[in-house]
């Protein structure tokens, strides 16, 4: 039976929706094609003739999840504030629920093992979540927001990576609590405009 546009359209929508939740729950090497099919209640026959193989799936999943991610962080319409991005990123509820959350925490550690598609995905992500977490750092040359920018991730997606990997629940808890602290800190002069001027 021939699919139309439309659901064909829908049954991409959907393969990509469940790829981005099960590669950041199980990782890249965890998820495998009959997994990713049964999640989205379709055949081997629609993953490949919508994607072609399963690396093409998982840039496209990977870039999708990467984008709702950062809006998730940041909705748009919503009056962006750093340290609300803080306490979201860095919270019990984001590290428990990683189908849900970043990417950049969930998938870094594989990254330096895939193909070049993969990581372009990757990097192209990271890139966007930095500029927008730049624009929430006024008072400094651009050049200094992006740095800070790309410390202050360094910091969350370390902190929530190290936050899920230990097994001690108290010790979790307190690198949340330290990365949160520690960007507080870091942060607060340069979003309040304060140190160098505007170049």
Request: hydrophobic share 45%; glycine share 12%; charged share 25%.
């Amino acid at each position: 039976m021939k699919v139309s546009k439309q659901q064909s359209a829908e049954n991409r929508a959907r393969i990509l929706a469940a790829a981005a939740r099960l590669f950041r729950e199980r990782g890249l090497q965890g998820t495998g094609v009959d997994a990713l099919v049964g999640a989205a209640g379709l055949s081997h026959g629609s993953l490949y003739s919508q994607f072609g193989s399963k690396e093409r799936l998982a840039a496209e999943a990977l870039a999708a999840a990467l984008e709702g991610g950062s809006d998730a962080l940041l909705p748009p319409g919503e009056t962006p504030a750093l340290d609300l991005l803080v306490r979201r990123y860095l919270s019990r509820s984001h590290r428990d629920a990683p189908g849900g959350g970043c990417a950049l925490a969930a998938l870094g550690s594989e990254m330096p093992r895939q193909p070049a598609g993969l990581r372009a995905a990757y990097s192209a992500g990271l890139r966007r979540l930095a500029g927008q977490v730049a624009t929430l750092l006024p008072g400094r040359p651009a050049e200094a927001r992006e740095d800070a920018a790309l410390a202050a991730l360094a910091t969350l997606v370390g902190a929530l990576t190290l936050a899920r990997a230990v097994d001690d629940p108290a010790l979790s808890d307190r690198l949340l609590a330290a990365g949160r602290r520690h960007l507080a800190e870091s942060l607060e002069p340069i979003a309040e405009g304060r140190g160098q001027p505007d170049a």
